[in-house]
């Protein structure tokens, strides 16, 4: 596993860029179950053509020298297997339209378990934003450090106005509120997690605050300059090709 860069608070990606250190770490690409099929209008109302698509619900987990790393914890464990249990938590809206396909054990907890580690064991978990399906089960891990931008977890507990402040929404708020008195580490930008270069996280704001667009643009810009002069690979949590070729299974 090369160095990598963990992208807190856009449409939640990995980076993973070449660099020589912490050959050791490796990386388990897990799915907390899918949505979908549905419309992809109904997330970008701007996409040309309606077209149905199925996509992955992405957590990552990080085996490192320095302890074991998750990156976002998917959907609440509590709307697992069917449409009824779901809508007893989410929205039913967001049930209907997102379809989610996610059994119990496919949340991050039975994940680890299944990759032979205990859930307390996990040293840090890393949110990349507040919505349903990335902080769905921060909860589920009262031991460990918990990153996120501190913007994201007011986001999360306040969303803008436009946004919708149903606590069932977007932003699930018992899923925040279940891990209130945690410990949570809150930075304000960019952070090198275990001070030697090998996991960094990477603020790339814009996707949940406050959709902006200029923020969003450049998130992506940097993004793209690093994928051309770093070489980085970027994962995206909701690409169905690159879950299909990279997903369940480890990566050193
Ligand atoms: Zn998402």
Redesign the pocket.
């Known amino acids: 596993m090369k160095k990598t860069g963990l992208l807190a608070s856009m ?2 990606a990995l980076a993973i860029c070449a660099a020589p250190a912490a050959q050791s770490q490796e990386l388990y690409w897990a799915t907390s179950g899918f949505f979908g099929p549905f419309n992809i209008q109904g997330l970008i109302p701007t996409f040309p053509k309606a077209k149905d698509i199925t996509i992955p ?1 992405s957590m990552w987990i990080l085996k490192h020298p320095k302890g074991v790393v998750v990156f976002d914890t998917g959907n609440n464990a509590a709307i697992s297997d069917g449409a009824d249990n779901c809508k007893k938590y989410w929205a039913a809206g967001n049930c209907d339209f997102l379809k989610p396909s996610q059994k119990r054990s496919d949340v991050i907890d039975q994940q680890l378990i299944k990759l032979g580690i205990k859930v307390d064991d996990v040293k840090v978990v890393v949110s990349s ?1 507040s ?4 902080s769905g089960n921060i909860a589920l891990f009262p031991k460990a450090i918990h990153v996120y931008q501190k913007k994201e977890l007011y986001q999360g507990y306040w969303p803008e106005k436009f946004q919708g402040r149903a606590a069932n929404g977007s932003f699930v708020l018992n899923d925040l509120v279940a891990a209130r008195d945690y410990d949570f580490f809150e930075l304000d930008g960019d952070y090198d997690l275990f001070g030697d270069g090998t996991v960094k996280i990477l603020s790339t704001p814009g996707h949940t605050l406050n959709f902006s667009v200029q923020a969003y643009v450049n998130s992506v810009e940097r993004l793209k300059r690093m994928r051309d002069l770093e070489g980085a690979k970027i994962l995206m ?2 690409d169905a090709g690159q879950f299909a070729s990279m997903g369940n299974k480890w990566h050193k």
């Open positions: 449409l939640a619900v934003h919505h349903l399906d990335h949590a909701h």
